[in-house]
Each structure stands twice: as structure tokens, then as C-alpha cells.
């Protein structure tokens, strides 16, 4: 939220700054000097990172389950497919491993919860553009899986986690009925 308190204040200031702008008549072509100072590439970022912030924000308002709601960052994920696995890649460098969080519903809709870790030097920056703190994911698996024997892996950034496969949930089953 610091970030985001940031971003408003700088683009607060530009909004004022645009609306006490003077047109030299006899110089019209020194407001455009005036507002390249204005527009500079931190102006730029900002509103980069305020975009993202409403993308992340609509994301998460669009998930039913209200835990997740709350959270801020969301993550971006890859899902593979193979003949028996679910694979769930999720790109979240600097995680702290002991807050991870993982839940699964009706062997189909699973949310990653998190915490990415501060860098040292966070009090300090020059130009942030990682999100620090609370992470949730919601997503639904493209096939039913089994709760059992569920693996997961934490290396270059990348939580990976496997499912295997629940196949008695898509095998056909034949009911024997009497009339």
C-alpha cells in the first residue's frame, strides 16, 4: 500500500500542476517544456504501477472466495496437462516458504495464499517494481485431481505443485438398475 499512497501523491501533484499551468501567449511552445518536466519517466511508472494495482484489484474482486478478495498481488500461474498430472507453476520470487498456503475444493478449485518477503534494502529504493507482502490465487484445475500425493517444489522463483490426476471421477460408470 506504500507504493500504491506513493503513486497517488505523485499523480495528485502532477493533476495540479497540469491545471496551474500558464499559456504564454507570445511563447505557446514553453508549456511543452513544462509539461516534459511534468510527464517524466517517474510520472510514467507510477501510472504503470497504478495500472496494475487495478488489474490486480479487479482480479481479485472477481473471485468468490473472500479471503482472497482481501489480498492485493496476484500472481501470474501456468497450468500444464500431461496423461496423469495437473502441474500449477506460480511465479513468486522472494517467497517466504513457511507462509505458504494451499487449499483444494471439490478436487477442481484450488487457491495458493503467501507471503513474498521484503527485500533488505526495501526502506531504500531507487525504482521498485516487485510487490512485497500477501499473495492469493484462486483458479479452477482443468480436470478433477486427487488431495493425495500432492508434490510441490520452490526453485527460481517458480512454486510448482503437482496433482495427480483423479480418474474414477471421469471414468464412465455403468449402474445397474432393476425395473
Known amino acids: 500500500m506504500k507504493n500504491l ?97 494451499v487449499s483444494l475444493t471439490d478436487d477442481r478449485f484450488l487457491i495458493i495464499k503467501g507471503t513474498i518477503r521484503e527485500h533488505d534494502f526495501a526502506h531504500s529504493p531507487v525504482r521498485q517494481e516487485r510487490y512485497y507482502g500477501k499473495f492469493a490465487r484462486q483458479m479452477k484445475l482443468p480436470a478433477p485431481v486427487s488431495s493425495e500425493g500432492i508434490k510441490a517444489s520452490y526453485r527460481d522463483g517458480l512454486l510448482e505443485l503437482y496433482f495427480v490426476k483423479d480418474n474414477r471421477s471421469r471414468e464412465k460408470r455403468n449402474l445397474k438398475v432393476e425395473l
Not at 7 to 30: C, I
Not at 37 to 59: A, G
Request: glycine share 2%.
Open 5 to 101: 499512497d506513493e503513486t497517488m501523491r505523485h499523480l495528485q501533484k502532477a493533476t495540479e500542476t497540469l491545471a496551474n499551468l500558464n499559456v504564454d501567449e507570445a511563447q505557446p511552445w514553453k508549456i511543452i517544456n513544462q509539461m516534459q518536466e511534468m510527464f517524466d519517466i517517474n510520472f510514467w511508472e507510477n501510472l504503470v504501477r497504478l495500472s496494475k494495482y487495478s488489474e490486480q484489484t479487479k482480479e481479485t474482486k472477481e473471485t468468490k472466495d473472500e479471503q482472497v478478495q482481501k489480498e492485493v498481488f496476484v500472481p501470474n500461474i501456468d497450468i500444464f496437462e500431461t496423461e496423469h498430472l495437473i502441474i500449477v507453476s506460480c511465479e513468486v520470487s522472494g517467497l517466504e516458504r513457511q507462509s505458504v498456503r
